[in-house]
């Protein structure tokens, strides 16, 4: 529930922000008598790369021997954040003239950034003759794969992605007489 509520925190602010600078000149530009085009929708929400969702992860992750996987150097407690989201750009959107409705074609959801805090680190054992490299190496791999393989996150991150999108679109679509729809 909190990776819930950073991440709708998160994208409202966003949204808002970008809101506020794109959308009041694309309104003001379209009436109902106005044409709906896939290339003015995909303007309006090109924001460059969204993150909506964000998974706070506190990992234990193992440092092997280089080329023994049955050797563990270290072990490391290590806090994390992974951001997941989408090139806006990458949206576009089907148009039914007749009926009046948009629906955005989303992409695949992806890790946008992986961030180990530093000063979380531990290990056992204490101070281990190992790269701070590589360490951070370690644990970016061990949280990206936590991270892939949490379907709440992904599920989280496309629940905010439309509300974001329909925040975005919603005064320039109402204004013109559309009305957003989502493929299921």
């Given at each position: 529930m909190k990776k819930?509520?950073?991440?709708s925190v998160l994208v409202l602010g966003i949204v808002a922000a970008a809101a506020g600078l794109?959308?009041?000149n694309a309104v003001q530009k379209i009436t109902?008598?106005?044409v709906i085009t896939s290339s003015q929708l995909e303007k309006a929400v090109d924001i460059s790369e969204l993150s909506t969702a964000e998974f706070i992860?506190?990992?234990i992750a193992d440092k092997y021997s280089d080329g023994n996987l049955e050797e563990t150097e270290c072990h490391i407690a290590y806090a994390s954040t992974v951001k997941v989201g989408i090139a806006l750009d990458q949206i576009t959107f089907t148009i039914d003239e007749e009926k009046k409705t948009v629906t955005p074609v989303l992409p695949e959801i992806t890790i946008n950034t992986v961030t180990v805090d530093p000063d979380s680190l531990s290990f056992i054992p204490q101070n281990p003759d190992v790269e701070l490299k590589d360490i951070m190496t370690v644990?970016?791999?061990d949280a990206l794969k936590e991270a892939s393989e949490s379907k709440e996150l992904y599920q989280t991150a496309e629940e905010n992605l439309q509300s974001a999108i329909e925040a975005l679109l919603s005064p320039i679509l109402k204004n013109a007489g559309y009305t957003m729809q989502w493929d299921v």
């Open positions: 819930k509520i950073i991440g794109f959308v009041p109902k008598e106005s992860y506190n990992g644990c970016k791999e």
